[in-house]
């Protein structure tokens, strides 16, 4: 199985950028997908954005297009989300998680077997 690792996290201004990074070890040539997604306090976990590992097709969440970019390292196994233009209502736990799987769609967090411990983001008016 693959083990994930979060980091990144912080406070900022509204306005301000951020870049979250997700580390996986263990078994990760098999990995299908990654991913990034959120809760924000008091609301259900939300997808954000995700690639297919190996093909790299990207899918983000309309609320963060344009702002957000996810990328990754394969050498280094490491995915990058880079937050720019951050709101306020951004404001959550983002996670990572990942999944051997082709099955199931990029944005329902059932999808993905595999998460990571979560890293808080603070966005201040």
């Known amino acids: 199985q693959v083990q994930l690792v979060e980091s990144g996290g912080g406070s900022v201004q509204a306005g301000g950028s951020l870049r979250l990074s997700c580390v996986a070890s263990?078994?990760?040539?098999?990995?299908?997908?990654m991913g990034w997604f959120r809760r924000a306090p008091g609301k259900e976990r939300e997808s954000v954005a995700a690639?297919?590992?190996?093909?790299?097709?990207?899918y983000y969440a309309d609320s963060v297009k344009g702002r957000f970019t996810i990328s990754r390292d394969i050498a280094r196994h490491t995915m990058y989300l880079q937050m720019n233009s951050l709101i306020p209502e951004d404001t959550a736990v983002y996670y990572c998680?990942?999944?051997?799987?082709?099955?199931?769609?990029?944005?329902?967090?059932?999808?993905?077997?595999?998460w990571g411990q979560g890293t808080q983001v603070t966005v201040s008016s």
């Open positions: 998680a990942a999944d051997y799987s082709p099955r199931g769609s990029w944005y329902e967090d059932r999808t993905y077997a595999y």
């Open positions: 263990g078994r990760v040539f098999n990995v299908y997908r």
């Open positions: 690639f297919t590992w190996s093909g790299g097709v990207t």
